[in-house]
């Protein structure tokens, strides 16, 4: 193990998801830094968390995680989407971040967070 547990950020707004998340972030040896259910909270979560990435949800309800995706790249943490749209619905700013599609399993979210995190994260349970 590498002893990085990185600390994530979720910004998800279906509760079931987000509970999935948790525990599979968890099973790989992430902290869970603090978990948004709506754009509002996760702007001010990603303005003030200390965390290593976060993952969002694209779509929460009718509106985008997008501007959650800004104030964190203005941070420089990195992140990744979760969704079922594929790239295509990325506004141009964020094309080429990793996307986790859904429905996904722990091997994605572990291959994603590698991805995320330049290949410095070593999950505890192996895929």
């Excluded at 279906?14 to 830094?33: S, T």
């Excluded at 749209?85 to 572990?110: M, Q």
């Amino acid at each position: 193990m590498s002893g990085f547990k990185p600390k994530v950020l979720i910004v998800e707004d279906e509760p079931i998801i987000a509970m999935m998340l948790e525990e599979h972030l968890l099973d790989a040896g992430c902290e869970v830094a603090a978990t948004a259910m709506s754009l509002e909270k996760g702007l001010a979560l990603a303005q003030t968390t200390d965390m290593d990435l976060a993952i969002l949800d694209m779509s929460l309800g009718s509106q985008s995680s997008f501007a959650v995706a800004d104030v964190l790249a203005s941070r420089g943490i990195p992140f990744m989407f979760a969704s079922g749209f594929g790239s295509s619905s990325l506004p141009e700013e964020h094309r080429g971040r990793t996307i986790l599609n859904k429905p996904f399993h722990f091997p994605e979210l572990v291959k994603g967070l590698t991805l995320t995190l330049g290949g410095r994260f070593i999950p505890e349970q192996g895929v």
